[in-house]
């Protein structure tokens, strides 16, 4: 089998962008799995309802995505004591394919784990994330083994690390503080970069658990596990400080004179109704590992108000696999022309972006005044500068306005600019990837009726910024067009 590292040298080596013509999506449903004590679950029965406005792709099993494709949620490896597990039958209607599923499943005494397959799937909206229906070892297309990482070790939940009961957080870069950064070597994980982290849900009591990395940035939705049963996860998370919005928020902060800029090194959150969590594990990520950058507005950034604010790149990493990390330097009130002089935000990433990273660039609500030309040569600017650092740039539409209308009475500035269509005319001209969000997220909308889209909108008011469940959704679009797109490498990493 080949090694993680080994598959990451052969990526880097053929970094590519594969650039079919957009495809309609399906809807991805929310994976899950359910053990009772003292006997590994058997596979449930996979079902997909029909997505709400968005049509399916036609797949081998009926209309929807293809057979074998992750359904949605974030998918765990499962434990529990005794009993054996067998995969379980699914079947689809219109929706998303044939063959999803929940977390693989294993005996937690037995280190040769025998693994198997599980979960029930319902799909009725695209949704983030994936489980996974392969016999063991999990792995991604490309043959990347997804059950590594970290060893999880119980001595990382100790007192000295993590404080509460509900909820418990954690902090990897307790012995640092102040405004300056934290030294590499001062805490177990306190210096800024990339960390791979697994940990384990569940234990003797039974729980339901969330989990936040850093600033409000949600890796796992809430998770049920019965009493004897642990689900372990694995991820890579970009840990920075300040947290957050790299400009807006600590301007602000500095101005209040109550600075929140996170906690210094990796800190992970883990909430929910009862959360029960045994073990965490955490080590640097391999210097190999891809980064996706994400440069855009407020509709995009680490909402600190999270989860009544949220934007999409908040979300992003509930949607990858171990190998994956998401720096989001997204900053609220940015616009095209700013983002890319201020020297915390663009130029910031290209100091630190390497050969087969990634970069999404969405700008558009706040360039209301931009002319044609001017937007034009700033999205030419993004995509070539990206290529220069041989990086791999995908461009995207900006999210609709819930009040906005029809995908084609979007965004089209005082100054005559049509943003959606640049944006789309850029990347057809540069030969790089584009998601259309502004014409998917449009005409979800629509099918929500009058008042519908206030469930997925900050406060129910705000017509331009979603909360969470709303960046779930666009996340959900995105994820589905990095499989339409076969975005690489991002495509072999998702869940």
């Known amino acids: 089998m080949e090694t993680r590292n080994r598959v990451r040298a052969r990526r880097l080596a053929g970094v590519g962008v594969s650039l079919p013509g957009l495809l309609a999506v399906a809807a991805i449903g929310c994976s899950s799995t359910s053990s009772p004590t003292g006997n590994e679950p058997s596979g449930g029965a996979s079902q997909s309802g029909s997505s709400s406005g968005v049509a399916g792709a036609t797949g081998s099993s009926g209309a929807g995505q293809s057979n074998g494709s992750s359904g949605g949620g974030v998918s765990p490896v499962t434990s529990s004591s005794g009993g054996t597990n067998s995969g379980g039958s699914s079947s689809s ?3 998303a394919g044939n063959g999803s599923g929940g977390g693989a499943v294993f005996d937690a005494a037995n280190t040769d784990d025998n693994l198997g397959v599980g979960g029930i799937t319902d799909a009725t909206a695209p949704v983030v994330g994936g489980g996974n229906t392969d016999a063991a070892p999990i792995l991604t297309p490309s043959g990347t083994d997804l059950t590594g990482g970290p060893m999880p070790d119980p001595a990382n939940i100790s007192s000295k690390y993590c404080t509460g009961t509900s909820p418990i957080h954690c902090f990897f870069g307790v012995q640092c503080s102040g405004m300056t950064a934290c030294a590499a070597g001062t805490s177990p994980a306190g210096a800024v970069g990339n960390y791979d982290v ?5 234990g003797a009591t039974a729980g339901k658990t969330s989990v936040e990395a850093e600033m409000h940035r949600p890796i796992v939705p809430e998770e ?6 642990t689900k372990r996860y694995a991820f890579s998370i970009n840990v920075r400080w300040p947290e957050g919005e790299p400009q807006e928020d600590f301007q602000h902060n500095l101005a209040a004179g109550s600075p929140q800029f996170g906690q210094q090194g990796l800190d992970l959150l883990f909430n929910g109704p009862s959360p029960v969590i045994t073990s965490i594990g955490f080590a640097p990520a391999a210097e190999s590992d891809v980064v996706l950058y994400v440069a855009g507005d407020s509709t995009v950034c680490d909402q600190y108000g999270y989860p ?3 934007g999409y790149g908040q979300v992003l990493p509930q949607i990858f696999h171990l190998g994956v990390s998401v720096a989001n330097y997204s900053d609220s009130g940015e616009s095209s022309a700013s983002f890319i002089g201020n020297q915390a935000l663009w130029p910031a990433i290209m100091k630190v972006v390497k050969a087969g990273d990634v970069i999404f660039i969405e700008f558009g609500h706040n360039d209301k005044t ?4 001017a937007f034009h040569t700033n999205m030419t600017n993004y995509v070539t500068q990206a290529k220069a650092k041989n990086a791999i740039p995908v461009l995207l539409t900006p999210i609709a306005r819930a009040n906005g209308g029809a995908a084609a009475q979007q965004f089209m500035s005082s100054g005559g600019a049509d943003i959606p269509t640049i944006t789309k005319t850029v990347a057809m001209e540069q030969n790089v990837p584009v998601i259309d969000l502004t014409t998917l997220t449009a005409n979800w909308l629509q099918t929500l009726g009058p008042n519908g889209w206030q469930a997925y909108h900050a406060g129910g008011t705000d017509a331009t910024h979603t909360n969470a469940a709303g960046a779930a959704i666009n ?4 994820r589905e067009q990095i499989q339409a797109l076969n975005i690489k490498p991002l495509v072999d990493y998702l869940r």
Request: glycine share 16%; hydrophobic share 45%.
């Open 198 to 202: 697994t940990f384990e849900l569940g």
């Open 475 to 478: 996340v959900g679009f995105i």
């Open 93 to 95: 209607s219109s929706g």
């Open 308 to 310: 009544n604010f949220a």
């Open 370 to 373: 931009i002319s044609p030309a």
């Open 224 to 229: 049920d596990t019965a009493a004897g049963q």
